[in-house]
């Protein structure tokens, strides 16, 4: 059974930064790409930040510059580090991993959690 489990998120002041961790578990042979989506209240999930296994990353034009995706193969776990945060930066974050299970590739959706920015 494949889990996803994020963790950070929170509240902060704009300006301020935060970051969110995901790391997939299970019977993975490795990941293809882990990123982070995101939701705002009545707005459509958005990606944020992607990275392929091999280290080549994608970002939304609204986050360049001031978020940074990092991962770890080893331990299937991708970083998302959130600096200069915005209060249009306030949305669940979810995390999404592309993954190979016995040969297989697949999407797996972590719980999401909550990332706040006051002004």
């Known amino acids: 059974q494949v889990k996803l489990v994020e963790s950070g998120g929170g509240l902060v002041q704009a300006g301020e930064s935060l970051g969110l961790s995901c790391a997939a578990s299970?019977?993975?042979?490795?990941?293809?790409?882990m990123g982070w989506y995101r939701q705002a209240p009545g707005k459509q999930r958005e990606l944020v930040a992607t990275?392929?296994?091999?280290?080549?990353?994608n970002y939304a034009d609204s986050v360049k510059g001031r978020f940074t995706i990092s991962k770890d193969n080893a331990r299937n776990t991708v970083w998302l580090q959130m600096n200069s945060l915005k209060p249009e930066d306030t949305a669940v974050y979810y995390c999404?991993?592309?993954?190979?299970?016995?040969?297989?590739?697949?999407?797996?959706w972590g719980q999401g959690t909550q990332v706040t920015v006051s002004s």
């Open positions: 999404l991993a592309n993954l190979v299970i016995r040969k297989a590739a697949g999407d797996y």
């Open positions: 299970g019977s993975i042979f490795r990941f293809n790409t």
């Open positions: 990275i392929t296994s091999g280290g080549s990353t």
